[in-house]
């Protein structure tokens, strides 16, 4: 069936600097790309999303870009911090429906 | 937002019983979701669960085996049967909330373990 996958299992970042984090995903008639952080022993919390009609989204400290082209999702984190430390996963869903689909995660190791 | 919680958080259980987890929700919602997590890998859907109807489960998961309950707008349960070692996961529940867009509230999981 169609994924949502990334390329990089882990990524170990110095503390302060920018970190990104990479997905493919191979359903093109998804409506929105979405990313989740993952903290240890907790459930996924939302962080953003984008939909499929744009090609950047900004939020505080993170900023998704979205390739149709060549179907790559990617999420960076400005000025990582110990806090970011987690796993991240793409995901996404269709317009109308609840339903989310999930990528594999990377996890984020942050060196103070 | 949304504060779900799951009971139990955890729970080791002998093989061939079975575990009912419990999930609450502090609002009500028409549809909540429950998510497997085997070790280490990603989240993967195992059915819907609308309040009035059956359950609908995805490709791969069978009401045999979870048995899903959706009794009112804020209470849901999953069974997990007959255990399995193979059956070692965190399970989550999930809603999503109107006017939240794609963003979906998750509870904090149960981590099953079968031995």
């Known amino acids: 069936g169609e994924s949502v996958g990334l390329h990089l299992p882990t990524l170990s970042v110095q503390e302060g600097d920018n970190s990104i984090i990479n997905c493919a995903y191979s359903?093109?008639?998804?409506?929105?790309f979405i990313w989740y952080k993952q903290e240890s022993g907790k459930g996924p919390q939302f962080i953003i999303d984008?939909?499929?009609?744009?090609d950047k989204r900004q939020g505080q400290r993170v900023t998704v870009l979205l390739n149709k082209t060549v179907k790559h999702l990617s999420l960076q984190i400005a000025a990582t911090q110990p806090g970011d430390s987690a796993v991240y996963f793409c995901?996404?869903?269709?317009?109308?429906?609840?339903?989310?689909?999930f990528g594999t995660g990377t996890k984020l190791q942050v060196i103070p | 937002s949304a504060v779900i919680s799951q009971k139990p958080s955890r729970d080791i259980c002998q093989r061939g019983t079975s575990l009912t987890i419990q999930c609450q929700v502090d609002?009500?919602?028409?549809?909540m979701f429950w998510y497997r997590q085997q070790p280490g890998q990603s989240l993967t859907l195992i059915a819907t669960?609308?309040?009035?109807?059956?359950?609908?489960?995805e490709s791969g998961f069978v009401i045999d085996k979870f048995p899903i309950s959706r009794p009112n707008l804020t209470f849901s349960t999953l069974t997990v049967s007959n255990m399995s070692p193979e059956d070692s996961s965190i399970y989550l529940c999930?809603?999503?909330?109107?006017?939240?867009?794609?963003?979906?509230?998750f509870g904090q999981g149960t981590r099953l373990t079968v031995v």
């Open positions: 999930s809603v999503a909330l109107p006017n939240y867009g794609t963003e979906a509230f």
């Open positions: 359903n093109s008639a998804s409506d929105y």
């Open positions: 669960a609308n309040q009035g109807s059956e359950a609908t489960y």
């Open positions: 984008i939909r499929s009609n744009m």
């Open positions: 609002s009500q919602v028409t549809m």
């Open positions: 995901a996404e869903n269709m317009a109308g429906y609840q339903k989310v689909t």
